[in-house]
């Protein structure tokens, strides 16, 4: 059975911190891992990622894969409340549909 | 940008009735998606339909069916609601190999 598992599951920062979330994988024909940010309503898009060891970056948000290890994670630099969120981390897999298999999520809360 | 809209961001049902969730999306993606979202389980997929009148179940399919027979719009319908439908469902739609854009979500109680 396909599975994502994110890590750590809730996580409490002070305004300027540095946090990193992990994302780990076991699928049946990988084909990309998404990441999308969840305020109040619909989960946002931030990054999708395919290929190992190339870094996307927005911002003072990054990702990276490492489809050997099979695992993901997300930083966000000189974090601010308005980085408050749920963030969840998905994997696309090969099959003709396009699927997608969610981690439970990150809970981060950025404190004044 | 893409706007997936769904009909109501609140229900309230009762055990039994047969309730409708509306999604519609404006950017003419083939693939659509209904998830219910629950807290400590995530977001899980109940049925997707990759084209008019196609449907596939999902992880969770039972006591739910949908109904897909635009392209923009895509139904998702409890049969008999039970109380364990109460949830959070998300409607998402994409492009080929794209990323899911996602509408704002429908908390629905059922008492």
């Known amino acids: 059975e396909d599975k994502v598992v994110q890590s750590p599951l809730s996580l409490v920062v002070h305004e300027g911190d540095t946090v990193t979330l992990n994302c780990s994988y076991e699928?049946?024909?990988?084909?990309?891992l998404l990441w999308y940010k969840q305020e109040k309503k619909a989960p946002t898009f931030l990054f999708m990622l395919?290929?190992?060891?190339i870094e996307k970056k927005s911002g003072r948000l990054s990702s990276i894969l490492d489809k050997k290890e099979l695992f993901s994670i997300l930083n966000i630099t000189a974090t601010q409340t308005g980085d408050s969120a749920v963030y969840l981390c998905?994997?696309?897999?090969?099959?003709?549909?396009?699927?997608?298999?969610f981690g439970k999520g990150t809970k981060l809360t950025v404190n004044p | 940008d893409v706007k997936v809209t769904q009909s109501s961001r609140y229900l309230v049902k009762r055990t039994g009735e047969k309730v409708f969730l509306e999604c519609v999306q404006d950017?003419?993606?083939?693939?659509m998606f209904w998830y219910r979202q629950d807290p400590g389980l995530g977001l899980r997929l109940i049925y997707f339909?990759?084209?008019?009148?196609?449907?596939e179940k999902g992880d969770i399919p039972e006591g739910y069916s949908v109904s897909r027979e635009k392209k923009e719009r895509f139904s998702l319908i409890l049969e008999s609601a039970s109380t364990n439908q109460t949830s959070m469902y998300l409607c998402?739609?994409?492009?080929?190999?794209?990323?899911?854009?996602f509408g704002d979500g429908t908390r629905l109680s059922i008492l």
């Open positions: 395919t290929s190992s060891g």
């Open positions: 998905a994997v696309v897999t090969q099959g003709g549909s396009e699927k997608l298999v």
């Open positions: 950017m003419d993606h083939e693939n």
């Open positions: 699928v049946t024909n990988f084909r990309s």
């Open positions: 998402a739609s994409s492009f080929g190999a794209q990323p899911q854009h």
């Open positions: 339909s990759y084209d008019v009148k196609m449907k």
